[in-house]
């Protein structure tokens, strides 16, 4: 097996924590006989050490020339420098990124999407980066269609993340994407993080503690996993977790950050791409399992999702041969 090349740039002022991610995530996602599936390596533009927001150096193992040679090249966060304050590229990192095979995928964590931005790559596309920057982000590269809540924007090549955090999940989504659900699952147990959060970064956005003398809906969302395959109607929901409609949506979201209904469509597509990885059950049979009814609503939304049908999906990620 030949492990997929993944250079992690960093620059001056990167945050510390970006840069771990990577190695972490993509250095835990193995195969059965515990094969790597990626080789990560970190570079800087010109080869030479990098100080960290946090104060060190890091000393590279590469240099730019590691870019030419990356299938995914990954921009780690940065605290400042001329993306974040001019909207541009010093040069010698406008000639590093310049160097990346045109074919190379692109990702960039929490404020990383400031270089990916000053560098043109992101204008009209969908990206994410850090809340707290969003502003900024949106005077300096207003081409860019910013979305300030979700986790991470997948973008097809391009694929953006939030803040600090949101890191891992677009890393573990790039793992589900390229090997499956299990492998990203097990990479996930092996880094010790959950495999998939629910909701965006607006629930981490500063705002008024929700009303004390409510009530978690967390129970309430544990019981819905488990009756995936039944009608889940806002009112039912509600009445499960004791709360009126208008209580129990208003909660909902200042728990998870999305709708209960944007929640649902989350877990059943992630149900279903499950069952279409480990069991050989009819497509019909997925469908009602997940709680989408019929196999052409199923197919809407997944492809909605992932860009694939349910059949090209259980193709390309199934365990059991079929």
Known sequence: MIPHEIAVLALNDVVAFDLGVPTQIFGAARDDDDRRFYRVRVCTPDGAPVRTSGGFLVQPGEGPEMLAEADTVVVAGIHGGAPMTEGRLEPVVAEALARRRPDARLMSICTGAFVLAAAGVLDGRRAATHWYHADRFRALYPKVRLDADVLFVDDGDVLTSAGVGAGIDLCLHVVRRDHGTEVANRAARRSVVPPWREGGQSQFIERPLPDPTGTSTAATRAWALGHLDEPLSLARLARQAGMSVRTFTRR??????????????????????????????PIDRVAARAGFGTATSMRQHLHAAVGVSPTAYRRTFSRTGG
Do not use: C, K, Y
């Open 252 to 281: 909902f979201r200042e728990e998870t950050g999305v709708s209960p209904a944007q929640w649902l469509l989350g877990r059943r597509v992630e149900e279903a791409r499950r069952l279409l990885e480990t069991t050989d059950l």
